[in-house]
């Protein structure tokens, strides 16, 4: 089945289709691959921009600030995002990863963008390990679902009422979007600029939605529900359920994100990292697999394929360079060598 979004099958194509991408249990050891720790993101309250007194609104933008360059990751509450919203958004995801194969491999709600298959990948000593199955479908109906589903036998897709479902998704959408620019925005003017020039560069066809679905399996070092990697926009914003499995490097090991409920987490992406000239960190994350399932949702704030990325400051560290090309790049290293290696390739 061919991909209708290039940039989501571009994207995630390495974990799709390329088993070498995934490090043997032996080389994820050598750099840190186990565990050491649970941690607690920076944890950061929004009313503070709000607030009437200044020193509150500048305590809270270098308090992003400061994460985004020191961690990659950071939480965000009173984020403007109503429970009752992320309540419906949730249950409409259950809808989508409950339906019958049958039902989600011909449901045309997500412009026939239903895919499936095992990764093997997974588990590099075995054939075994979760089902991996997207839909694609961006906050102009082109969100991505990604289901690591075991293919439930029940419910429907949307087909309840398949109208809601979309009102849904796009009124969620576009809160993670309003929410993603103002952050954007904050980032770029610590940093001297106009709090719109991220904005200017995004494009909402560029941008999506990616549900996740990661159904119950051995926890096991060697088992990835999502393999380590960086996120390619300028940021992602994730709201994910309580039972965890997101990890993150810091300090050359990994560490385990520990779920708040009350709070939406945040990450840099590499196009901020080489705007920002290194000031801010895209930094690398994985998920690992549970003995309960996970469900998590992600908002990805990404330029059009022309923009040009440059740093926003010299002597930069990085030559310019549009999406489109980053994204090229991207696919040949994914084909040459089996995985992706980012940022380096543009490095002066």
Known sequence: MMDSNPPLLHHYGALL????????????????????????????????????????RIECAMAISKASSEWGFFQVVN????????????????????????????????????????????????????????FLSPRSQKKLAMDRNQLP?????????????????????????????????VLAENLGHRKEVIEDTCDESACFLRLNHYPAYPVSPEIHGL????????????????????QLMKD??????????????????????????????????????????????????????DSLIGSCREPSMYKKFTFGEYRKQIREDVSKIGHKVGLSRFLL
Request: proline fraction near 5%; charge should be neutral.
């Open 227 to 246: 393999v380590p990697h960086t996120d390619s926009g300028f940021l992602t914003i994730l709201c994910q359920d309580q039972v965890g499995g997101l």
């Open 252 to 305: 050359f090991k990994w560490v385990a994100v520990k779920p708040n409920e009350e709070a939406l987490i945040v990450n840099i992406g590499d196009l901020f990292q080489a705007w920002s000239n290194d000031v801010y960190k895209s930094v690398e994350h994985r998920v690992m697999t549970n003995k309960m399932k996970r469900f998590s949702i992600a908002y990805f704030l990404c330029p059009s394929y």
């Open 17 to 56: 289709h390329h088993p070498s991408s995934l490090p043997s249990l032996e080389s994820n050891q050598r750099c840190g691959g186990l565990v050491m720790e649970e941690c607690q993101l920076p944890l950061i309250d929004l009313n503070g921009l709000k607030s009437h007194d200044v020193r509150e």
């Open 79 to 134: 984020h403007g995002i109503s429970p009752e919203l992320l309540k419906n958004m949730r249950r409409e995801q259950m809808k989508l990863f409950q339906s019958p194969f049958e039902l989600k491999a011909s449901c045309r709600l997500l412009n026939d963008s239903y895919r499936w298959g095992i990764l093997k990948l997974l588990d590099p000593t075995s054939s075994r390990g979760p089902k991996l199955s997207t």
């Open 153 to 185: 036998q029940s419910a429907s897709c949307c087909q309840d009422d398949p109208s809601r479902c979309m009102e849904v998704m796009e009124e969620f959408a576009a809160t993670m979007s309003k929410l993603a620019r103002m952050l954007a925005g």
